[in-house]
């Protein structure tokens, strides 16, 4: 007889990427390896060296890639790929590996501190910036 395979439970996820202002796409500096180079390099149809020249930086210490930023109306800056009026990933299917793991579970952080502070500043519209 044949063992069947238990129904998987599904995962509920206690934030909503849609619902924040993208508090993961300004850290300083986002890593990138060669597969993350090579998918951006597909998505835009272009070499992997110029998608590595054109999309990245490298970190402080200089031993990494990292995604390039630029200004950002509601954070210092973001990533180069934010949407700033949707505040959305233009890449999203072509992402880094990073980006698509985060946050690594079924809560955010950051979501759990903006549903904070909304609620105790009474706007469902506030952002802190800190």
């Known amino acids: ?11 509920r996820l206690g934030y909503s990427c849609r619902k924040c202002p993208a508090y993961c796409c300004t850290y300083e500096e986002i890593p990138v390896k060669a597969r993350d180079i090579a998918r951006l390099a597909r998505h835009f149809g272009i070499e992997p060296a110029q998608a590595e020249a054109r999309f990245t930086r490298l970190d ?4 990494a890639r990292v995604l390039r930023h630029r200004k950002d109306e509601v954070f210092k ?3 180069m790929f934010l949407d700033r009026e949707s505040r959305q990933c233009t890449v999203y299917e072509s992402r880094p590996a990073i980006c698509g793991d985060f946050p690594g579970g079924t809560r955010c952080g950051y979501y759990d ?7 105790h500043q009474e706007d ?6 800190t």
Do not use: D, H, Q, Y
């Not at 007889?1 to 995962?11: A, N, R």
């Not at 469902?124 to 910036?129: K, M």
């Open 124 to 129: 469902p519209e506030f952002i802190a910036l």
């Open 1 to 11: 007889m044949k063992k069947s395979k238990p129904f998987p439970v599904p995962v």
């Open 60 to 63: 402080e210490k200089g031993e």
């Open 77 to 79: 800056t973001a990533c």
């Open 113 to 119: 501190f903006l549903k904070f502070e909304r609620k």
